[in-house]
Every structure is written in structure tokens, then in C-alpha cells.
């Protein structure tokens, strides 16, 4: 679990990157970016639309999907790399990795300092500009595997 502290200081970032951008935040902004933040699912805007409808009945779900957009642009949230579904978002900016289950699609956050430090081959970086790397691992899932 997260503490308070990370947690206020994820909230000064928002509200620092969204001066930054001329994004105004707006109460429906920071409700839907505080919903993010508590997501340790990778959230798709539909999973985000259907936990804050409840608190705010009048938002609409194009508000959210408009608004989790806007915040990949700004550099707020991350989008999980896509297999042609959703866009799941990742509130975490911090290195780490996933680990996906290809038959419940649940994405688990891990830490490995090894995958961190991995070498790019020559023939990528002498082609391309790298600017993060992150390590996808893909199986079943420990509620899938019993199942
Ligand atoms: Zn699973
Ligand atoms: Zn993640």
C-alpha cells in the first residue's frame, strides 16, 4: 500500500503537469485522477467510468475517456502497452514491469532491479532512440492456474 505521502506528492504532480499544459482542474479532474491513483488494476476508462459514476452520478463517460487521454498526453498516467483492446491505464510513472495473464487479461505489477538494468541489442539502439524499457511477462495467473 501506498503511503500518504507518495499519494499527496502523485497529486502535486497533477496539479504541477496540468499548470503546466493549461489543463484546468476542474473537480471532476481531480475525481477522476484520484480514482486512478487508488487502481492497482490497470484500469480500462470504462472500469474508471463505472467506480466514479457512483460518487459523481452526472459524469459521462466520454468526460472520462477524454480526460484519461488527456492525462497520457501530459505525462500523468501511463498507458499499457496494447494487444488491440481497451487502453488500460497505469497511474504508476515509476519503473517496473508487468506480468499479464492471457486468459483473465489481469496485468501484475512486479519490480526486478535485473530487468531494469537490461541491455538493449545493438541492431535497436543503433536504429532507434530507446527512452524506457519495460519487460512484459505473459502466462497464467495464480487464480487462472487453479482454475
Ligand atoms: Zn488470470
Ligand atoms: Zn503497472
Redesign the pocket.
Known sequence: MESKLQQNKKIEMFYQRSKEHGMKITPQRTAIYEELLKAKD?PTADDIYKRIVKKIPNISFDTVNRTLLTFSKIGITNV?EGYGQAKRY?P?MDI?H?FRCIHCGS?I?FHSSEFDNITVPDEISKQFTVISKKVVLEGLCSKCRKG
Do not use: F, G
Open positions: 490497470h499499457v497505469d504508476d517496473h508487468h496485468i505489477d
